[in-house]
């Protein structure tokens, strides 16, 4: 019964978005808006019938009914609710049954709110999400069907995978991530609107702005939630392994970042109008092919990648997008050309172009290493591995000009930079960067790299807390305000330009963090009888206790240790190693004691059975919340520059409607606008 | 996304220390007395462990998915970094030790490709494709300010926003 329904409503989706898909792209031929209204309509219907569809696996999940492939894989009547729930993401059908639903959804939100909007544009961003969403429910009705019934009906499941049942994270990490991931359809979907359409001007910009930087934010919190739940759940301390799965979350985010910079020049200059759209394409290709990478099997070997059909799919879809797109950017090339003019090389502009290059000089290479081990094997008939050295070694030094440029683009002006502005600008955090480096010397900050990239950093935050600063001092000069009042009318007056400066001071606090984090880290493993202490660093870890207990889907054993500096203890830890059925080893779970300056990380990583002794690997980390925090400061920032540009600016801000700004004046007119 | 295969892969190959014990069914003692045994201190000879540190992470941990030796909470990875600081104090190079690991498992147990052969391509392509795309940008700007300077000379009114 629970599979008939859930065929019938991915039978549904298939054939409903294929039919939209259908009359929307025949409404963009013959311009009858009769045909946008049914897409529009379809899309709504896809939307509900994922859904449906969805809605029927969580209850299968719940009701523990065995009797659906998906259910009988990852389901166990002994899983507490929340993790039964959340199994729906944990294996490759229903993460793809999940991802079919946020882009049913995404296509459905979009087609909402520009219903009377975008006339032109519309009807070919539905049929290309409709599309999209047809691909995806194929996939569903096919090679990944989380439907398909059982028979006979096993009387239980062996459970998610124990990791994924081991943190609450898990309910968090995975949907941000997808959110972010699913939805750079979205931005696709107007890209090659702009293309089919050939209103390649500022147009679809303003439209895809929001829904760029929505799933960006999602995709943020994604990765950030993703590298705490490494650290608090996998127990080596790190918190990102350059590990395939990781890089193919990032790929996409950094296209996507870059994307949302260069259409600032496009707004402004009315250029890289071919380079928007093709990071727009770029970003959404890169989000199926890590896909594909990740759910392939590819990584692991060329044969797990031939036994599936998820693959074969995933390659195919990614090869009819790329060539589809690309074909019609060609096909439009007149219409995208475009010169601006500029009077100084030391322009925002300049800057803009570096960032840009910077991004996909970025991608590139986390694209090329993840890739290599393939393409060695290939050419040499070797196996070899590219691993964390080589990510860091290659991205070090990008990263370090991107925190420059974090901080000097900001400053440029658009078109010129005059020596005098420069001097005003640039003087002072200089100097106080020159000085914080010397006094970091001073202090003992001998890791070269960590006090450049610390003393950059204070440049970076210099310069925008200048941007902040000098339109403030202004303020109270001229208007005479006070402090809170000018600083409140200079951001809200641009809150997408204050906001992108507050993400642009979350990089920075994070990327202090990981500085201090990977070169100050200290480590040790000691194995203590009951009572014994350890010291280490300016810690003393004492074991207090070791005993064993019983919790409904798993058994543990946890440690007790007391925790604390000099001679008193001031705190209690318990990491615990945690057995689960269906899993031989025993999955740990560290104890983290975070403080502002330093975490205390504990490991349990072995016991002798009769509870005698119990090794425990110790690991100060220097300053890890920052990093947590800095991707706090980045999601909070996006979530003020959008506040500008959606439906809250459009209802309450009493902001006059975006339209194209043919005549714009400098700063005063940038309400909600460019830079 | 960033779930499954990387964890199962976790889940099945790492832990290995506490791996050879079977579930405890509260064998254990509830509570041992903190007694008043002395503070012991941690085996740490910094300069030797900053060693075994800088090339256990160029290692990879043969059992795991993505993480070096170092990184690797495994029972292998333990076993390896032990071999290694026992190498270490026996006089070996670092050299030495990674030639006899890549004798063992090949190339691939190097996390960092070495630069040779093929493998220039991993390491200089990105380069080029930086340096290219400098010299690019730079072209791109020059043009830009060249258009400036024409459409400055052209107009004699001011173009503020010449792009238009």
Redesign the interface.
Known sequence: MTSTIGYISVGGALLLSLAGATLAFVGVRTGNPGMARLARRATYGVFGLATLAIGTMVYALVAHDFSVSYVAQVGSRSTPLFYTVISL????DG?ILFWGWIVAGYSAAVVYVYRNRHRGLMPAVTGTLLAVNAFFWLLLAWPANPFTPVWPVPADGPGP????QNHPF?GL??PL??LG?VGMAVPFAFGIAALVTGKVGGDWIRAVRRWVMAPWIFLTA?IVA?AWWSYEV?????YW??????N??FLPWLTATAFLHSIMVQE????LKTWNILLVIATFVLTLF??FL?RS?IL?SVHAFSEGLIGPFFLGFIALVMIVSLALVVWRSDELR????????ASR??AF??NN?LF??FT??VL??TM?PI??EA??G?????????FN??SVP?ALLLIFLLGVGPALPW?RGSPELLRKKFLWPTAVALLAGVILFALGARHLLTLFTLTLAVLATGLIVGEFWLPVKARRQNHGEGLGAALATVVNKNRRRHGGYVVHLGVIVMAVGIALSSTYRA??E?TL????????EDY?V?????????EPHR?F?EAAF?VGSGGSYSGVLRPR?N?YPM??????TPAVRTRPREDLYL?????A???STA?V??IVNPMVVWIWVGGGICVFGALFAISSMGFVAERFGGRKKKTAR???K?VEAGVGGAD | ????????A??????????A?P??????????????????????DPELEAQV?ELA??L?CPTC????VQ???SGMA?EMKDLIREQLKAGKTPEEITAYFVDRY????????TAQ???W??WL??VL??AG??F???M??????E??R???TALTED??????
């Open positions: 993401w944990s294996s490759l993460s995978n124990p990791l994924l898990m990490h995975p991530l997808y991931y994604g993703g996998l127990g080596w301390g790190g392994a350059w590990d395939p799965v990781e193919a979350s402004r200059r009315q250029t890590g896909t990740t099997g692991e475009s010169e601006p003019a500029l009077d100084s090389i502009e300049t172009l570096l290059l996909v000089a590139f290479t090329l290493g290599y393409l060695a050419a040499r070797v196996k070899v591995s590219v691993g964390a050295p080589y070694q290659m990008i078109r480590e040790t000691a009888r009951p009572g014994q202490a350890v010291a280490f003393t004492r074991l207090d206790s070791l005993y064993a207990g019983r058994d054993v007391s190693l057995y899993s031989t080893q025993p999955i740990g490991s349990l990583m072995a016991y059975q009769n509870g090794t690997n110790i043919e005549t714009p400098p | 996304m960033s779930l499954t295969r990387r964890h199962v976790f889940a099945l190959l790492t832990w290995l220390p506490a791996a014990v579930v405890p069914a509260a064998a254990l003692p509830q509570e041992a007395k903190p007694g008043d045994a002395p503070v012991v201190e941690a085996e740490h540190r992470s160029r990879r998915r993505a993480l070096s990184d690797s909470p333990q090949g190339e691939w147990i190097l996390l960092k490709p052969g093929f493998n391509t991993v392509l990105p494709l930086l795309g400098l690019f940008v730079l791109t700007a020059r043009r830009w300010v258009e400036g024409a459409r400055a173009g503020d926003e010449g792009g238009v």
